[in-house]
């Protein structure tokens, strides 16, 4: 999912002091904003000429001055949140205003697809059906200790690449760290399991859409698009991490004194603790074939199937193809989360109040997109977009398509970093990534696969966040220990990511 909230800071010992916390995402794309808006009036504006599609075409930048005064671009300014929702791009000036007459430019409907994720995620979660179903599944393969690693890794991969699973994960230490321990592991193989499994789903997303639904968007491409690539990575990259973590829960359960973290007084304790959750219910099944059916509908709506059957791009799409985009997948799950409700018995007032409520936990990363697409707004009527791009064009005209999908995604490690928002980042580097895609004559999908990798790789480390800082402290592992542990991963999964993104470059 998303990128969740920063972990608290421990306080400082010494009295007048206070440690640093990175700041979150909307202030990071606050002080974007005022960055790129202070630059407007240093980079030349400029544009190109665009084909019938709207985009650009190579060669063809030159200088054209930006309308309006200092009055104007402070008005601007001002509105970039509501430009950023709402905002209509005329369709003689080009200019993006909320009261304009044109094309949709906001973000109005990626946000209110967040908002409708968030609330179908709520009322599942409400139903403990989908805790329930690993919890089951869990204690089923406790006494086949490498298919319960490999199961619940597998499960967990899979919700992250379909829906972005991340931070929900905290609330299975309780259960994975005993019954690993019980088997021999250490704590360092729950932890393994539980993050990287999730991790490496959303790093290699197929349909996650705060990652590449939102990328998409912002690409100007369908979900769909490039769903081949991403699949065959996800499958690799997600057998690669189940393969790392068994060689070294089977090192530690072979040699004991071989374990990163060792064991903890009490450890034998607390597996001995584990207890057979409750069965499924007959509700609590009919909720999970539901949501199962769901998701895989969502998979379908999206998928351009006549060229990826036929590996033709502009292939005519079949009769049966639905080609649904974020408007009817937001009525999808808004009216999946109703249906799943009633199949469970959730009541009218729980309902709505669950629907509310997962709308409202979700309005966090919906604004960040909004700042971020305010930020593109005031770069497009500042009209400095095409000039960032002439910058570059240069650079990626004449570069081998494997080098260009490789250097998108080496460019997004530190962005990644310093925009601790999987979407916002998305809504605010895509608008110029995907344009050099153009210019490279590669597929804007591998820009999409290739910076939603790159923010997946980050998100398996960095401590600004509570999948992580949270993880190692329910776990008892150290945040030290655990980057120990995982970096030699990441550097596997970078080179692989690398290969897959050079493939699909050249292929496309």
Known sequence: MDQPAETPAPADPRPGRRKFVFPSALTVLAAVTLVVWALTFVIPSGAY??????????????????????????????????????????????????????????????????????????VVFATGALDRGIERLAHRLRERGALLIAGVMTVFSLLGTVEGFAEETLGFYGLIVPLMLALGYDRMVATGTIILG?????????????????????????????????????????????????????????????????????????????????????????????????????????????????????????????????????????????????????????????VVQGAGDFIAPALTIVLARGVTVIMNNARITDTVLHSIEGAVSGTPAALFGIMVYIVNLPLAFLIPSTSGHATLAMPILAPLADFAGVARSVVVTAWEAASGVMNLWVPTTAVIMGGVALAKVGYDKYLRFVWPLLLLLSVLVCVFVALGAVAG
Do not use: C
């Open 49 to 122: 000429r665009r084909n019938g599609t709207g985009k650009p075409l190579q060669g063809t930048y030159h200088r054209e001055a930006a309308p309006g005064d200092f009055v104007h671009r402070l008005g601007d300014l001002f509105l970039s949140p509501v430009n950023g929702l709402y905002g209509i791009r005329d369709s003689g000036t080009g200019q993006v205003a909320p009261d304009a007459v044109g094309a949709l430019y906001g973000s109005a409907g990626v946000f209110l697809f967040v908002l409708a994720i968030g609330a179908f995620i709520t």
């Open 198 to 354: 999730a991790g490496v789903g959303v790093l290699a997303s197929t349909v996650n859409p705060f990652a590449t639904g939102v990328a998409s968007s912002a690409a100007d491409v369908s979900l769909g698009d490039g769903i081949v690539l991403r699949f065959a990575m996800w499958i690799v990259l997600t057998a690669v991490t189940i393969g790392y973590v068994l060689r070294y829960a089977h090192k530690v359960r072979t040699d004991p004194a071989r374990s990163l973290v060792g064991f903890l007084p009490g450890d034998r304790e607390l597996a001995a603790a584990a207890a057979e959750p409750p069965a499924l219910t007959g509700l609590q099944k009919g909720v999970l074939a539901a949501v199962t059916v769901v998701f895989a509908f969502m998979i379908f709506s999206v998928i351009p199937w006549a060229s990826a059957l036929t590996g033709k791009a502009d292939a005519t799409p079949y009769g049966w193809e639905l080609g649904w985009s974020f408007a009817q997948l937001a009525a999808l799950f808004l009216v999946a989360a109703v249906l799943i409700g009633v199949v469970a018995q959730l009541g009218e007032q729980e309902l709505s109040a669950r």
